[in-house]
């Protein structure tokens, strides 16, 4: 498998989408926090304002009550003021109290006038205070310039406007205009916090972020490195396990070579024997066992070269029973010469497979054979060894299973490497499970080694079965 490595040119335009989609978080919080901001402080400027029209009011229905209190004396020729005659002095004495200078400006507008009139006695025109009073609002926002006029600081300014009727001079109007300077400050310090706060929220997610970043970049570094070296280790075992395949496949074609000639020799004795003891039914069948086994010799000597070459095999539709039978054929005599006991179990098995008889008969064959050389080698009385042929959906299970000396799980992981060996100095070459595991292998199989909790071993051939539809040919 090939390690998936990081590729930095893929890995920019999604650091610059993820940063992009961090920046429209960052204004769109912090846009919707400014909103918020200038709404609440559009609240408090109405509540401010009228809280400058009640305090007209109250001013007003004040001054009224003064009026009608000056008007309410007699005078000393016996008549009383008229509605036209309203003293050119307003009655505000102890109203000044009120005003705040800088901040809170008390104006009154008569009847009839063209301009409005502070507790001191100056006269102040305001074009939109007028038209407010004229259109009879409660309330009105001024803009700087119109707060510098009436001497307040050049900042936006409410006023909060009040009319009372007087008994005798009619509908007075009281003005109370206070500069919105201080809720003016209090948006800012408000603003100011905001993005104080957005900015140190958007400090701690870029920090988050880029700390998390750094770590992820880190991890795909750490694991891509990881994957490079065990893709490393995999090829050097790969390379190592394929040159000492070549090394089987170069030894098998020098020994097949070497015993081709007594091979062909000894069949041909044999035929010659064939007329010589003609009559002779026990040295007739001794000559025919020669004749088949010379045979079958040289069935195996060609299919381990063909294997060697990369040749296709001679494939035969068979059954799984046929494999298992002519391998247990085989060994019985050695079964029986050592003293073990070889059980077979075998299913029915309604499937065939395909492969080279010779061949998948070999490395069963090896693996009984296996197993019987470790019974021998154990110190346990009633040795023994169970073949078993099952089959699952797809496939055909040849199982061997011995209570021999056993085998470590680190010998099971190497034992089917080339010249590896468990047996004693000279009594095994090392290349048997590996030639058997070659020859599983071309038939699309495997073969696994394991050892067994309650001792000995087990070995387990598996190899695919044909569909249904397919018979014997």
Known sequence: MTPTRT??????????????????????????????????????????????????????????????????????????????????RMPTDGMRAIEQPGSLVILLFRPGASAFESLDGRLVHSTLLQQAV????????????????????????????????????????????????????????????????????????????????????????????????????????????????????????????????????????????????LGDPRSERSVRVIQEQAEHMDQIIRGMLGLARGHSMGAKTLTPSDVSNAAVALVEHRFTEAGVKLQVEEAEIPYQLRGDHRLLEHALVNLLLNACDACMLSPQGNPCVNLSVRATESMALFRVIDNGSGISAEAAARAMEPFFTTKPLGQGAGLGLAIAHEIVKSHHGTLCISPRAEGGTCAEITLPLLPEDIHVS
């Open 134 to 277: 004229t259109a009879r609002q409660s309330t009105l926002r001024l803009p700087r310039q119109e707060a510098e006029l009436l001497g307040l600081p050049r900042r936006a300014a409410v006023a909060g406007i009040a009319q009372v009727s007087s008994l005798h001079h009619g509908e007075l109007w009281v003005t109370a205009v206070a500069s919105a300077y201080r809720a003016r400050e209090r948006e800012d310090a408000a603003g100011w916090r905001m993005v104080i706060a957005v900015l140190v929220a958007s400090g701690a997610v870029l920090l988050l972020g880029g700390i998390a970043l750094y770590w992820q970049r880190r991890e795909l570094h750490a694991e891509h490195a990881l994957a490079v070296e065990d893709l490393r280790r995999r090829r050097e075992a790969e390379l190592e396990r394929t040159s000492r395949v070549a090394t089987i496949g170069t030894l098998a074609m020098g020994i097949t070579h070497e015993l081709a000639t007594p091979l062909g020799i000894i069949s041909a004795r044999a035929e010659q024997l064939v007329s010589k003891v």
């Open 7 to 88: 590729d930095p040119t893929r890995s920019r335009p999604r650091t610059g989408i993820l940063v992009l989609l961090m920046s429209v978080s960052i204004v769109t919080v912090a846009l919707l926090t400014y909103q918020d901001v200038k709404h609440r402080y559009a609240e408090s400027i109405e509540d401010y304002a009228q809280a400058q029209q009640t305090l007209a009011r109250s001013v007003a229905n004040n001054l009224a009550a003064r009026l009608d209190a000056v008007n309410s004396k007699s005078p000393s020729d016996g008549s009383r003021l008229g509605s036209s005659t309203l003293p050119l």
